[in-house]
């Protein structure tokens, strides 16, 4: 399947000396949804998709110009993909809002986890 990871920190709290937050969203579908607001202490942020069946599409909410970017279904770049059971970290310049879509239905659920350290 995908990456395990090994997580120990202080849940609930984003600060400097803190391990980090985790959201959980059931609720994504084919339209994009905003799943993480900007935060300039983050140091990583963590996609889980623990759907058997669903790939979801994670996405920086601006490109490297700073303009919006809005993927869809129909022009995927810009997105990552992250397959059913499969984690995605991403390090680095990932201070921004984040947004999420599923390549079909609903209901789809998606763990998010971000990080200062």
């Not at 959201?23 to 994504?28: M, V």
């Not at 994670?58 to 992250?82: D, H, I, K």
């Amino acid at each position: 399947m995908g990456t395990i990871l090994s997580y120990v920190g202080s849940p609930g709290t984003v600060a400097a000396a803190s391990g980090g937050k985790v959201l959980a969203f059931n609720n994504i579908g084919t339209v994009q949804v905003q799943i993480a607001n900007a935060n300039p202490q983050r140091q990583n942020i963590t996609f889980h998709n623990p759907s058997t069946t669903i790939t979801c599409y994670v996405y920086p909410g601006v490109n490297a110009a700073g303009a919006p970017l809005l993927p869809s279904l129909a022009a995927l770049g810009g997105s990552f993909t992250v397959l059913p059971q499969y984690t995605l970290i991403i390090t680095g310049e990932c201070q921004t809002t984040w947004g999420a879509f599923a390549s079909s239905g609903s209901g789809n659920p998606l763990t998010v986890m971000e990080s200062n350290i």
